[in-house]
């Protein structure tokens, strides 16, 4: 029991992170939303990668379905390896990094400033490198995040994120369901702190996790916090994805995590479900869906909140499968083999 | 014997296909170079799934690192499945399907064709609903492809895809190298067809498939394969994205698939090499360099190459790792359970 603390510790001070975020975060992001109405950006640009590349997958649905600016994700390694330098011209080019140090991030973003695009950071450290390339930083207030598996710093950039898509939109609703959000995250918290069943997972070896549109971020995140805490091979997909090759591998007792909150994407869901019948696999999901919750050998239940900001409570049932599993296992989260919290990729 | 025989016809149709797309294909391709030249466009986009996707993401470093065109991904479900229309204008987008009929691709390139950008398609059907949505087409000129696990789609796309970056480049040098793959992937095809040694690998149950830079591609696509041909779980990494997490999951008698043709990536070979061998981790190779091999359980051999075009060779080494695993596990390859050749998803 003495495994985790931090990781523990972490998830339970999320709610009180975002809160602080939204209150003193907002002047940044309006500073930042004003700059992006005056320089009209054709395209986003996100250079990150680990959780925070999950973030900016977030972003990527959040921008072209409230904003309507597409956003991709830069290639890191064409400034730090390649020694190119690709025109950058038009873009709004933004930095995720809870350390801000990472030289190859900080390189996609201080080539677009020195191209003239308009730049931000989303970090934990407003004195980072990452932010000296920026000419916006929205600092994340998560406090220090001691465990190697990134939560808070997570869930904050995802809500930085979300802040800046409704600072662009200007409508007061989106920061109605954005204040309600420390909220949503707190009952997931009470929901499935004791989480039990986890156990019946500990020997598996792989998994899929499922998940699409904006909380296709929240499979690829909840995927890598299984990773990095159990050792396992956990591989997130869309359903769409899935169902273009990969499916083939799911067979009888194949372990199955489906994200899958009300919303939009709520028509794949019966696909899934008789893919997983069909084939025996078992089935463990986060959802509001009791439907789903019944069909589930473990289920993580949600409350029930609008589809654009359910991948920051969703990511927290995640969070705690990971957690869970990892003490099934014996393992610590607070210290995965072979990482260190601040990776310098070049 | 007698299963997967179309998988490997049409892998040894491959050198015959690039050559006729490489002769056939070019006024195609130089059209659209003429029309990318008049348009300029700001940056390029992407829809594509499954093996498609991973020839656009080969597109990404191409026209970043030869064009300085800042290139990604499209979200296909904002048209799909949240009914938005994100602003695409500024953009050159490129939908990339072997079949041309996936409604959702079909649906980002019209919405940009709509929207006045300069949209094409890469299709081995220039009768299709894809080419019929895009101003130009780029037809593949594979001839049929029966097995459902693509091997001469894939690589004429990223041929087709190559191709547009040297017209747009205009410089005779990159044609020359690009009129030696076909015999690249002869020597590819050659070298390794009578691969013995995958017998060893047939009882485990997940890799990780490792590229970096151009080659990020090669392991994204040959992880597909493995996935779809032997129901395996087989997850890509660039080496920087394993390295900030995922690197957890490698232990001892995991095994471990390393993409690295000599060139500018090589960089990080070492630090592979030395993760690999402190785990006590398998190692499987598909690379140019003698040493690489030497450390190998098994070794696909390249021929020396350019960097930029070794994609194209590389992923044929895949193909063929992928059937004869299938060999020995006694699967078929032309015929995958739950997949069908063309996936409508929406």
Redesign the interface.
Known sequence: MSQGINYQKEIREQPEALRRLLTEGRAEVEALAADIKTAAP??G?FAA???S?NAARYA??V???HN???????????FS??D????????LTIGVSQSGQSP?IVGVVQAATNQGALTAAITNEPDSPLAKASKHTIQLRAGVESAV?ATKTYTTELMALAMISAAMEGKEERWEELARVPDYVQQTIDTNAALSGAEAFKSM??L?VIG??YNYSTAFETS?KI???????A?PY????L?????????EGFPVLLVAPKG??H?DVPKILE?VAD?KARLISITDDEEILGKSELGLKLPAMPEWVSPIAGVVAGQIFAGALAQANGLDPDK????SKV?L??
Chains 1, 2 share one sequence.
């Open positions: 054709l395209y640009l990668r680990g959780s590349d990527q649905y921008l072209g379905i309507n600016l597409t956003a991709g994700l830069a290639v890191p390694s064409f390896l390649y190119s330098n690709p025109n950058m011209k038009g873009s190859d598996a070896e792989h899929v699409r549109g890598l990773k990095e805490t159990n050792y396992l091979v591989e869309s359903v769409a994805d169902l273009h090759g990969p499916v083939a591998m799911i067979g939009k994407t028509a893919t084939r995965p083999r072979g990482l990776t990729t070049h």
